[in-house]
């Protein structure tokens, strides 16, 4: 990985915001936490995001339930 993809990694995470749809219904997580963004033998980079708080949860939940396909689409869009 160059550096320009490193950097097109952190602007997605940065700069954009994550939509995911489940049965119809919307969820935006937020903005995410980024660490550990660091250089790897042989060019490659390790990055550690996570969402917290409340939509994260109810979308967990959802997921989580046992028996039941789900079709899930995840959009990224431009900050507003």
């Known amino acids: ?4 993809s490193r950097q097109n990694i952190i602007d997605l995470f940065q ?9 119809n219904l919307n969820y ?3 903005f995410p936490t980024i ?18 708080g409340t939509e994260v949860q109810r979308l967990s939940s959802v ?5 039941e396909t789900k079709r899930f689409y995840i959009n990224w869009l431009d900050d507003e």
């Open 35 to 52: 660490d550990g963004i660091q250089p790897k033998p042989t060019d490659r980079y390790q990055f550690f995001n996570w969402y917290e």
């Open 63 to 67: 997921l989580k339930r046992a028996g």
């Open 15 to 23: 700069h954009k915001n994550l939509y995911i749809a489940v049965d």
């Open 28 to 30: 935006n997580p937020d």
């Open 1 to 4: 990985m160059n550096e320009g």
